[in-house]
């Protein structure tokens, strides 16, 4: 198996000139150089900029291609991956508005709302635009439509979701709209995408909280209604992780990040309880021993733990 790695931009309004910035590495054939099927699709929505730190490290791990590669690296080679820039920004700090509707203009969430299920439409739209262009920059603008796009009818792929530092905050709101949204298990021609709001909510394996952070409160899913219905409501495995260091969950001066972790954390664990391990959680600690600095806060992506 091949890989075709790109940078595309990506416009969710055709009334606007902002668009995403997404980092893709997808799988194609060798044979025919174009795009299959993937195993699953790994999606890494990016937090606020940070420039200007003369730390080569950071900045390597600022490069939304970098994360993709590690991404690959980590996964597999079978899965497509996607590092999400937003279109967005007042200033450094990231606005995902096409997600989360309620972020006031420094993009921190007044609430997390399933209503109009905003980011899981968002993000299928998003994945479904990716595609549409790099099958152009592939193929080339005369190719039939893609490759697996409606074969044998089997499962879609696995969706397995990231959210590092501000970027946690979409995973909220997908976490609430799975939580209202109506599960089942449909049997849909393969396909490189999920090309429906249900089937992609239906298909998340995997949700990771990489070094999730904000100013204010919101950092984590704490509303317990929200995650007994997923409980609840869940007829496949879904496992959640999450990835921590000592610069978020032990900033003195940001003690509620670590308070709405642990609020999360035993949530699920109780949740694992009630499935008998249909929910499934884990929590992981990275560089324990060392004092919080900003270096860490980026080099956690490369040493993330996705086993």
């Not at 995403?20 to 194609?28: D, E, R, T």
Request: with cysteine.
């Amino acid at each position: 198996m091949d890989r075709w790695n790109g940078f595309l931009k990506i416009s969710l309004n055709p009334n606007t000139n902002s668009h995403y910035n997404v980092a893709a590495s997808l799988c194609i054939s060798p044979s025919s150089k174009t795009l299959i099927v993937p195993s699953a699709n790994a999606i890494f929505f990016n937090g606020d900029r940070v420039e200007g730190t003369g730390n080569p490290l950071i900045e390597r791990l600022s490069d939304t291609r970098n994360i993709a590669e590690i991404l690959v690296s980590k996964l597999g080679v079978t899965v497509n991956a996607y590092v999400v820039e937003a279109s967005n920004f007042n200033g450094s700090f990231v606005v995902y508005d096409d997600f989360i509707p309620s972020v006031n203009s420094w993009g921190k969430p007044k609430c997390y709302d399933p209503r109009g299920f905003p980011a899981s439409n968002a993000t299928v739209l998003l994945l479904s635009k990716c595609l549409e262009e790099a099958k152009k920059l592939v193929h080339g603008e005369q190719q039939e439509p893609l490759a697996g796009a409606s074969t044998s009818c089997t499962r879609p792929p696995k969706t397995i979701l990231f959210g590092f530092s501000k970027g946690g905050i979409i995973l909220n709101q997908l976490v609430t709209e799975l939580a209202y949204s109506k599960l089942e298990s449909p049997i849909t021609p393969t396909c490189i995408i999920l090309d429906s709001r249900d089937v992609f909510l239906n298909n998340i394996y995997e949700i990771h909280y990489i070094d999730v952070g904000l100013n204010s409160a919101g950092a984590y899913i704490t509303d317990h209604s929200v995650i007994e219905k997923i409980a609840e409501n869940r007829t496949s495995e879904i496992r959640f992780v999450l990835h921590g260091t000592p610069r978020q969950w032990c900033d003195r001066r940001r003690p509620w990040i670590r308070e709405e972790k642990d609020i999360l954390f035993q949530m699920l664990e109780d949740a694992a309880r009630k499935t008998a391990g249909q929910v499934q959680v884990l929590n992981r600690f990275y560089f324990s021993d060392r004092h919080p600095n900003l270096q860490m806060h980026f080099e956690i992506i490369e040493s993330l733990d996705v086993s």
